[in-house]
């Protein structure tokens, strides 16, 4: 069986996410997939495999958010490893919406054969700590 | 790689080039290889976040408010560690070395989208962990 093209497989990913594709988003991800969000929230790091993926990051991320949609408007590169640009958009627990200005943010996703291997995210994370977590950035000191 | 493709690495090297020698103190030349009509987005909710459009909004408004705030030092700047590419769209991953005005370390990580035309950058977008930015830049913290 030949590989799918990684573009499509990235489009289809997205759609998973986004409940447009029939299959679940994990059957897309290598069961060795390295996901890695960048900053230092409680949603960053680096997340080895899917019990990681799915125990830690996942199950974190589904606590702060209701809704989620992902919206694709960039893919670039010509082999495996592509980057793109995304508009990350939805509802927090709590009832705030998120990025309903739809500012873009980075991924880079490596593929092989079927699978997606790693993800490499770089989200919006002064927006993660204050509409999703209910933070807010304080001065150190008054002058 | 195509001649479109070269010739955007070429000006996404030389700005990468210029802006090291902003941080480091040297030169404040990076913004020339700015279209005048360019897009220039930094993600985040920090003061300096959003999308500055024309090459005066940048000067005006971006580096008027941020290049104050930013220490400048041999040894600070950034370091690409992976190219994706496609055309006249080039992304770079970067890590960077820095520091806020009180010496305090600053070392970011990046995802930097580059559209390229006419030996020209039309369109950058710098996402970062803009809540790095809010503690050592901004000194903030979480409450």
Not at chain 2, 63 to 74: E, L, N, Q, V
Request: glycine content about 10%.
């Amino acid at each position: 069986m030949s590989d799918i093209d990684p573009k499509s497989l990235i489009r289809a990913f997205i759609d998973s996410l986004n409940r447009s594709h029939p299959q679940d988003p994990y059957e897309f991800l290598a069961t060795d997939v390295v996901i890695t969000i960048n900053g230092t929230t409680p949603l960053s790091g680096r997340f080895e495999g899917l019990p990681l993926v799915q125990k830690i990051l996942v199950d974190t991320a589904v606590g702060v958010i209701k809704h989620l949609h992902v919206k694709i408007h960039r893919l670039i590169g010509k082999g495996t490893t592509v980057a793109a640009l995304l508009e990350v958009k939805g509802t927090a627990q709590n009832g705030s919406p998120f990025n309903d200005h739809g500012d873009l943010c980075g991924c880079v996703f490596d593929v092989q054969g079927k699978c997606i291997t790693a993800i490499r995210a770089f989200p919006d994370t002064s927006m993660i700590d204050m509409t999703l977590f209910g933070w807010k950035f304080v001065p150190n000191r008054t002058t | 790689m195509s001649s479109i493709e070269e010739q955007t690495r070429t000006v996404v090297d030389c700005f990468l080039a210029d802006l090291l020698a902003t941080q480091e103190g040297r030169a404040d030349g990076y913004l020339s290889h700015l279209d005048e009509t360019a897009t220039f987005t930094v993600t985040g909710q920090t003061p300096f976040s959003g999308t500055y459009n024309g090459l005066q909004d940048v000067r005006e408004k971006f580096r008027a408010r941020a290049a104050p705030m930013m220490g400048r030092r041999i040894g600070y700047g950034l370091i690409p560690i992976d190219y994706i590419g496609e055309g006249e769209e080039l992304v770079v991953l970067a890590r960077g070395r820095g520091g806020s005005l009180d010496g305090s370390p600053y070392n970011n990580t990046y995802f930097l989208y580059f559209r390229v035309r006419d030996g020209k950058i039309v369109h950058y977008i710098e996402d970062f962990d803009s809540s790095l930015a809010w503690r050592v830049i901004l000194q903030c913290h979480l409450g």
